[in-house]
């Protein structure tokens, strides 16, 4: 009869409802004018042709008073209200449920294929690692069996091994002082005698002799050679002193009317015996080199008159220990120092008011470079020199290296002559 959610009320025994609350049925069966009888207690509908269900006429039924109207119409209104709450509840009741179950749906998919594709990923790292810790059990099983390989050869083989060691030592040190023998016996004084005859051969061939004893100048193979490297530095800036080689000689040449045309030539000519005779020392030495065995501290390179000197630089040099040695010529590893004087690479510097000298700083250190050359040749060849004939007395090769006088430190010719001389002495 009621519809789904249908209120009823009950006055004095009668029940009421509303006609939007009744089936379609029982609203159409309601709405005649005269409605049947029903049993005592059942349920009516409030209308205006509602008539009681014992009664064989119809009876007025009783009136309202105004609190019944009253409270009746609170009834209504509050009816109405709970219905419109009751609508929008439901409404946000489904939108809510729609809301709260989209999202979670879709967040709980995107979470669940995250959470495959971790698990896949971690077992190709579970499978990767495994392989890394089987090999690494191979690599540790292996160094195991090195080790008790080793320890067994220590503990079992190594003892024969040392004692065979030592009698192979014993017996190669019975058979050392004999060799020692030998070598003093027959075969130093042997590459002695060798030795003296090719640098006898080599004096000849380069002749060192002095030139003036008022000058110390010395002249190698007829050409004058200064006698420190200051005085070589001054005949190449100032023209002074003048140098002569055995083909020029100041008292045969017949005086001109140009002075300043011959001592232009004058000039010239020192400078040619300069390079020269460093040409000269430069042969000399490498030949000695090579014959001695003995190699020098800086590559000499012989190109007759254009000789140079070759240094070569390790990553740990600083050119600011050098503060006279332009940072360009240490770009490379390898620097080259002429060991000839060139006017056309020579800078000028001022040393007074309307003077100026010339200098060239690798003709300078070309000729450091030489001197220092020369002064660890003429000591490997005192140590050789001991070391062949066993003499190390004041008497033997300390010597050589004790009696050079402090002032021809840097006498190149001097001290080329006396290293031969040395060498060539006969032996005691």
């Known amino acids: 009869m009621f519809g789904a959610n249908a209120i009823v009320w009950t006055f004095d025994g009668t029940e009421y409802c509303l006609r939007s609350h009744l089936q379609p049925r029982y609203l159409e069966r309601f709405s005649k004018a005269n409605i049947p009888n029903s049993a005592p207690g059942h349920r009516r509908v409030a209308s205006s042709t509602f008539k009681h269900a014992n009664a064989s006429v119809a009876v007025k039924p009783p009136s309202y008073s105004v609190d019944d109207a009253r409270h009746i ?185 140009n002075s300043s045309t011959d001592a232009h030539h004058t000039y010239v000519s020192s400078v040619d015996c300069v390079n020269a005779g460093l040409s000269e020392i430069v042969a000399v030495l490498n030949i000695l080199s090579s014959v001695l065995g003995v190699a020098l501290k800086y590559d000499l390179s012989f190109s007759g008159s254009r000789s140079v000197l070759i240094e070569h630089l390790s990553p740990q040099q600083v050119v600011s220990n050098n503060s006279t040695t332009p940072a360009a010529m240490h770009v490379s590893s390898t620097v080259t120092y002429p060991l000839f004087y060139d006017t056309e690479h020579s800078e000028g510097f001022v040393v007074a008011e309307e003077h100026k000298h010339p200098r060239n700083v690798r003709f300078e250190r070309g000729l450091a470079l030489l001197n220092r050359n020369l002064s660890f040749f003429v000591s490997e060849i005192a140590s050789l020199y001991i070391e062949y004939s066993g003499d190390n007395s004041n008497g033997g090769g300390g010597s050589l290296v004790n009696n050079i006088p402090v002032d021809c430190a840097d006498h190149f010719l001097w001290n080329l002559h006396y290293v031969m001389l040395f060498i060539t002495a006969p032996a005691k």
């Open 73 to 257: 119409s609170s009834l209504v209104v509050g009816l109405r209200d709970f219905d419109e709450i009751k609508k929008n509840a439901s409404a946000e009741i489904d939108a809510l449920s729609c809301q709260s179950r989209t999202p979670k749906l879709v967040v709980g998919i995107e979470e669940h294929d995250r959470l495959l594709h971790s698990v896949a990923k971690l077992d190709k790292l579970i499978a990767r690692q495994e392989c890394a810790n089987e090999s690494l059990e191979s690599e540790i099983l292996a160094r195991r069996n090195a080790a008790k390989q080793i320890a067994t050869i220590v503990s079992d083989e190594f003892p024969s091994f040392q004692r065979l060691s030592e009698e192979k030592m014993e017996i190669v040190s019975s058979q050392v002082p004999p060799l020692h023998d030998s070598l003093a016996a027959s075969i130093y004084p042997q590459i002695l005698s060798r030795t003296h005859a090719i640098v006898s051969e080599l004096i000849n061939a380069f002749p060192i002799t002095l030139a003036d004893n008022r000058t110390g100048h010395y002249c190698i193979s007829g050409i004058e050679f200064p006698s420190s490297i200051k005085e070589i530095l001054h005949v190449c800036y100032n023209e002074t002193p003048a140098l002569h080689n055995a083909g020029s000689n100041p008292s045969t040449l017949a005086p001109t009317a």
